[in-house]
């Protein structure tokens, strides 16, 4: 196994029983499906990195282990009740059965490979498309296309900033949800009218990250 970090050795050792023999056998898959792999820490837990990118990513709670892919909806597709469940696409991991097989895992690390190999193929035709010969325009050759204005960034109000030096695993859930996670919980939080009612979001909100749950995790259809 190459490119390994220590940190991640740090961290299994400290994870559950139960979730150390997840995050080996996750470990070992990822390395043996993309040897040029690179392990980092990123918002406190064990990522994958591809091509300068990050490929995918595990994490530990007190009661599961998450796994996930960077680019998640387009390797697995859309999976709105495991995303509820927990971080990533595979729900909650309470033993390495609920993975799928080795050589399935190893076929959806190579599309996500795939994937970053793709934009980094495009990014190279943009730049080169952008170099345009002396009198030319580099994009008169493409079509104007129109653009929705993007929403304003998530910015975390000062109480659940405060909430989150208090609790690492809660403030690394919440730094790996996407931009629309992100935004329900603080649009839930912003939305209370008294004081008292924000305060127990807050909190709440910190517990339910802490155990890796989006803010609706609740609502999802159990099976």
Known sequence: MSQTDPRIDAY?????????????HLRAVVHAACPQVEETIKWGMPSFVYGGKILCGMGAFKQHATFGFWQGASVVGASPERSREAMGQFGRLTRVGD?????ELSKLLKQAMALIDARGKKTAGRTAANKAPAGRTATSDVPASKTRAPKPPVVIPDDLA???KKN???RATYAAFSVSQQREYVEWIESAKREQTRSDRVA???EWMAEGKIRNWKYVAKK
């Open 12 to 24: 299994i050792a400290q994870a559950a029983p139960f979730a150390q023999p997840i995050l080996e």
């Open 99 to 103: 993975l799928p097989g080795k050589r």
């Open 162 to 164: 405060a909430a989150f």
């Open 168 to 170: 690492a695993k809660a």
């Open 204 to 206: 709440q909100a910190v």
